[in-house]
């Protein structure tokens, strides 16, 4: 079977600073033994440096699809990169959030995040100055997700990362594959997973129309892959 899985929220609950967002040792050692027994990927919006620094080194098994599916790594190495697209000068966005308290700007490939987690004022200030910034410079896809605002350059989104991730592992005939998530941007992933035949599992408490299983929260995810991890090897 396929795994593809999600981070923040999935794999690990969502915390204020997106920085401290570890995994648990013992769930990253469970998830590396599910990767030699399954084909495993993780699809994550977050960069490859930032989503290291909090997985740590990253096993051979298992595949990584960063900024929402612009690059994709075996373990810690790049094998294919889909980003064709340049981010625009930030410049002006940087200086405008700057006394902003609790919002930052992250950069990535072939796209942008906003994130406020941590702002205690009006979100409405927020969405103001990034849809502002966004109307001169206009991204292919904007994605409202959990105190985020992206905008993506490229035409890659976690559907796409998806579709990437299964050219990479070479897909068989056949062969189960599976999506879980949280987010808004994991919508288009769990919509490719089910048009693909898949399983879409959406993590929360309101189950969406592309998902047809709903998970509760994080730990339920993990009790959901330890049955899988009792089925056959896809070898
Ligand atoms: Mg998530």
Redesign the pocket.
């Known amino acids: 079977m396929i795994i593809l899985l ?5 794999l690990t609950p969502i915390v204020p600073k997106p920085r401290e967002a570890k995994i648990d040792p013992e769930r990253k050692a469970f998830l590396e033994r599910l990767s030699k027994r399954h084909k495993l990927g993780i699809v994550t ?1 977050r960069s490859f440096d930032s989503f290291r620094e909090v997985f740590g080194d990253i096993p051979e098994t298992i595949y990584v699809a960063t900024s929402h599916g612009a690059k994709v790594y075996k373990g810690e190495k790049l094998i294919e990169d889909f980003t064709k697209c340049q981010l625009p000068d930030l410049k002006e966005l940087e200086d405008r959030l700057k006394n902003l308290k609790g919002t930052f700007l992250e950069k990535k490939d072939g796209c942008f995040a906003l994130h406020y987690r941590e702002y205690e004022g009006d979100e409405r200030k927020i969405k103001e100055i990034f849809y502002d910034f966004v109307k001169k410079n206009p991204p292919k896809k904007i994605i409202e ?2 105190k985020i605002l992206e905008a993506i350059y490229g035409d890659f989104d976690k559907g796409t990362a998806v579709e990437n991730i299964l050219k990479v592992v070479d897909r068989k005939r056949e062969e189960g594959l599976l999506y879980i ?3 808004t ?2 919508l288009y992933a769990l919509r490719k997973a089910k048009e693909l035949g898949g399983r879409a599992i959406f993590v929360g408490t309101d189950k969406p129309p592309e998902a047809d299983l709903l998970l509760k929260d994080v730990d339920d995810v993990y009790e959901f892959l330890a049955t899988l991890n009792e089925t056959a090897d896809h070898k």
């Open positions: 999600d981070y923040d929220g999935t919006g997700g959990k998530g949280d987010d941007t994991d």
